[in-house]
């Protein structure tokens, strides 16, 4: 071997990436593959939430289901925090921590649940595929940051289409489900951006893992006053809704989550997230049995597109 094929020679860089519940490291193609790996998990995880709320309320109350979910998720939460020896957040940290625990761990979870008493998974997965444009807008307002038009035409475009999808599934007026998922979405995004701006200053996971503990003494108090005043019964469907939806989606997804956003970086992760509307219609029908009309993956797709050019556009 020449000096000369010595020097050319492509060489493999080792990479670390420092992430909030570890760190990865390898070579920067194999770190990468591995981020966008743990991203996609999170994506199938969370899709995976209105089928699993639909399978508890089989024999759970909304409310019962909502607070048992919240109990079981933060004491995993703080489990994990104290084996860890996590410090405590600092004291500035605390009300944007409430923000999200209002909207994240209480307000999403309860005003979903209550939406699919009524209404199909796949009719609420379309509604609230709307989350992404609405936490753009609610971080561009709380930033101060001033989008390009094209942010607000593709944002408006999007909520447009939902708004008509809703009223035309809904015989020409909105229902009270539908009443609940788009006040879920205000709650949610306002959680989500809060969120953001915290996982700025402490790793995300402990952003919604100390959410989830200030959120327990509510969530105890909700679940004993509940269980006395609506149906429990643990069916299999039932147990296995609760306990996917505590640990699999509310704590174990957004683990690897996180893990795959620090690798490979915000944009791309948000890229893999806009399939999780279309993977909660597909498990509407396998998992559920729904018949899906024409208009509900139409409606997706074309929310998947106005998410697509508001990320562009942002830049």
Known sequence: MTAQDSATRPSRIAVTTTTPTGTITGTGNSSRRSGTVMAALGVTAFSLTFPSTAW????????????????LSAVI???????????LPARRHWAGLAVV??????????????????????????????????????SALRTGARPSRMFWVAALAGAAAVI????QQSGGALSSADLYLFGSLLICAAGYTEGGRLAREMPGWQVIGWALVLC?????????????????????HSTAGLLYSAIGSQFLGLVVWYRGMAAIGVPKASQLQLAQPLLTLVWSVFLLGEHLTPAAPLTAAAVLVCIAVTQRARG
Do not use: D, K, M, N
């Open 216 to 236: 327990l003494p509510l969530a105890a108090i909700g679940a004993t006053l509940a269980l006395q005043h609506e149906a429990f019964q643990l069916t299999g």
């Open 101 to 138: 625990g209002a909207g994240v761990v209480i307000g999403f979870p309860l005003l979903t649940t209550l939406a699919l008493q009524t209404s199909t998974t796949a009719h609420a997965a379309v509604v609230v595929g709307l989350l992404p444009l609405t936490t753009a807008v609610f």
């Open 77 to 87: 939460a703080g489990g994990a925090l104290l084996a860890l020896r996590v410090p």
């Open 164 to 167: 008509a999808f809703t009223v």
């Open 56 to 71: 508890g309320l089989e024999g759970i109350g909304p409310w019962s289901f909502v607070a048992l979910r919240a109990v």
